[in-house]
């Protein structure tokens, strides 16, 4: 194995690619006048729901609402304040025990307005990210405060390197590999709602 | 006729179904149209595209030692592929080794490249595609006609009949809504039963160590956060050498490939799961071969998002299969011809060189020079067809004495408008084949132009 390493950097070495300096590290021009606004549009583009709310008392009841909220059975709340879950994730060592979950309400980091990506990481999840995936229905709670313009804004706050999972969710799961038609819950949640609280 | 527009004959012939691929095809470019357009800064994040790449390139070695390293260091395993047979035989290594049986793997263009499934399979291995275009050509037994949309060239009513002969859905559906369902209910199954997770790599970053996968549905994550062993495979030019630098790629990406502003999950692994396995697999397999080349090194800058193909007016009009390589469309006739150049000879005719692709080219690959500069390449080597190669020879001798040119000209006038038509279609070759050919006129064009200016 390490000869084929030894080969592959030797190879690349003789191609002699010529010298070309790194660009600074990139930035947009690009401001939102209203970020909160413009975060809801790009959730709604996205196939996303964006509930604008006051403070956690007002997302509790704003969520209760919502009919994949009352339909509900198995949910996992890492927001306790605003839905009380039925499963505790600190419970279920196995991932795939998660599979009967309907909903999961978890706290996402920042969003980004641009595309109304939600950043979030396994700090809160733990070992049990793939509750994020399995769940038929995602709500994820954003302070308002914390919202970015554009991607390039969104990596100036990241700290990445750590061991550990991050990632951005844009909207719920989705396709259009069956004739370019638009379907809303291919295998990940089939909805995504994110609370903007503040 | 080449022997890609051969291949293309069977789309050719229905012309009904030409043009919805045309269309279906056309659309994601219109839509790519309108999302770069609400992007003030789009041309700006091009240029800063194609300079980091290019940048990376310069630098590849460096880099990939550094990722390896900072990769190490978070835990996770590195191995290292000359070729396909080598990153083929280490996949099956680490799936043996673990007693692995059952495989999910979520697109990736690498592992069609190094035809791993069929090797996996062999070895008595179940390998499911869980990307829904790329499960429906999984099951239809056929290899994907686009790296963005791998089932493009199927209708509804065939993917229906499909799925109720393969996964027992009911007769006669062709609901894109209800087919997806089935094959979400189908996949469940095996997202839940599998043993270990296969995923490509559409970024890696040399500062960190960590890499990310982009999907819409989901597959790849659910995937890999599953089972407790996670396979990433990456061909060595997925280097950049910045977190930050991955703003610019993932403000690109899902605009130029589908029209959307980013994929439903961007996910960024560092290291593997606690408790799990993360294995990381750095291919080679002809790229050092491309980094080497003056002129077509660029092309290892392509983060494959499928845009030069959704504008290509040849691929919208001839369908994926008919390149009959892994990647088609514009950069597929410019990589595939250095994996393998006689094979391979006809694809780089396979373009009007109209610009399109490198119009659309989110990093800025200048796609129809460089299929220009393929087709210079080929005819050195002779690889072109010998009737190609006497009609240039003798152009070159007509064009470069001006009274033989006249003459010529004089000469097809003359001929032209005594012959009939069909004698005219079939003088023509290929060209005649769709086309009618047109009235010639009298005089030449330099006759004219003489007589209106007098001179």
């Not at chain 2, 091009?46 to 990722?67: G, M, N, V």
């Not at chain 2, 069929?118 to 790329?134: M, Q, S």
């Not at chain 2, 209708?155 to 094959?183: V, Y």
Request: glycine share 8%; charged share 20%; with cysteine.
């Amino acid at each position: 194995m390490g000869s084929s390493r030894d080969t592959v950097l030797e190879r690349l070495r003789q191609a002699r690619c010529p010298q070309a300096p790194l660009p600074d590290v990139p930035t947009s021009p690009v401001r939102f006048e209203d970020l909160p606004a413009r975060f809801a549009q790009s959730v709604t583009d996205v196939a996303g729901t964006c509930l604008r709310v006051p403070g956690l008392a007002e997302a509790a009841a704003a969520l209760r609402e919502l009919s994949v909220v009352q339909s509900a059975r198995q949910i996992v709340s890492l927001v306790p304040q605003v839905i009380r879950g039925t499963l505790d994730l600190d419970g279920v060592a196995d991932p795939h025990l998660l599979e009967g979950v309907d909903l999961a309400v978890v706290p996402g980091e920042f969003g980004v307005a641009e595309n109304g990506a939600v950043w979030m990481t396994d700090a809160v999840l733990k070992q049990r990210r793939a509750v994020l995936f399995v769940t038929q229905h995602l709500v994820l709670v954003v302070p308002a405060g914390e919202l970015v313009h554009t991607m390039h804004d969104a990596y100036a706050r990241l700290h990445l390197g750590a061991p550990g999972f991050g990632l951005f969710i844009a909207g719920p799961s989705k396709t259009a590999d069956i004739e370019q038609a638009l379907v809303i819950g291919a295998h990940g949640a089939r909805s995504a709602t994110i609370v903007l609280v503040g | 006729m080449n022997a890609h527009a051969r291949a293309a004959e069977r789309l050719v012939r229905d012309d009904a179904r030409l043009h919805w691929h045309d269309a279906a095809v056309w659309n994601v470019r219109a839509k790519r149209d309108r999302a770069a357009q609400a992007v003030p800064d789009w041309e700006a994040l091009r240029d800063a595209a194609s300079r980091i790449k290019l940048h990376t390139l310069s630098r590849l070695p460096e880099y990939l030692e550094e990722f390896e390293r900072k990769a190490l260091a978070l835990g996770a395993r590195v191995h290292w592929a000359a070729d396909a047979a080598e990153h083929n035989a280490i996949v099956l290594g680490l799936l043996r080794e673990r007693g692995v049986t059952r495989l999910v793997k979520s697109k990736s263009m690498l592992t069609e490249e190094c035809h791993l499934n069929p090797e996996l399979e062999k070895a008595g291995i179940e390998v499911v595609d869980t990307d829904l275009g790329e499960r429906i050509v999984q099951l239809a037994h056929e290899p994907p006609s686009h790296i963005v949309l791998p089932a493009v060239h199927m209708k509804r009513e065939e993917i229906g009949d499909l799925f109720h002969r393969t996964i027992g859905t009911p007769a006669g559906l062709s609901d894109p809504k209800q087919l997806t369902e089935a094959a979400r209910q189908h996949l469940r199954a095996k997202f839940m039963a599998s043993q270990a997770g296969l995923t490509g790599v559409n970024f890696a970053v040399a500062e960190t160590g960590g890499f990310v996968v982009c999907t819409n549905e989901g597959n790849a994550d659910l995937g890999v956060s599953l089972p407790p062993i996670h396979i990433a495979c990456m061909g060595v030019e997925k280097l950049v050498p910045r977190a930050a630098d991955l703003a610019v790629f993932l403000r690109l990406l899902a605009r130029s490939g589908t029209g959307q502003p980013i994929t439903t999950y961007t996910s960024h692994f560092h290291g593997p799961r606690p408790g799990g396995e993360l294995h990381i697999v750095l291919v080679d397999n002809g790229r050092s071969t491309l980094l080497a080349s003056e002129t077509h090194r660029r092309a290892l800058c392509c983060i494959r998002c499928g845009a030069c193909m959704n504008t290509c007016p040849v691929y919208r009009r001839s369908g994926g299969h008919s390149y009959g390589t892994t990647v088609p469309g514009p950069i597929g006739s410019v990589l595939s011809p250095a994996a393998d150049m006689e094979r391979n000879a006809a694809l780089p005719f396979a373009s009007s060189l109209c610009g399109s692709c490198s119009d659309v080219c989110p990093v800025r690959i200048d796609l129809h020079s460089q299929l220009l500069a393929w087709r210079r390449e080929l005819d050195v080597r002779g690889l072109t067809p010998a009737a190609k190669r006497r009609g240039a020879a003798v152009a070159s001798f007509v064009l470069r004495r001006p009274w033989m040119y006249r003459l010529a000209g004089k000469m097809v006038r003359f001929f032209g408008r005594l012959l009939p038509a069909g004698v005219l279609r079939a003088l023509s070759g290929g060209w005649g084949r769709e086309r009618e050919v047109p009235p010639l006129p009298a005089r030449s064009f330099r006759e004219e132009w003489r007589g209106k200016r007098g001179v």
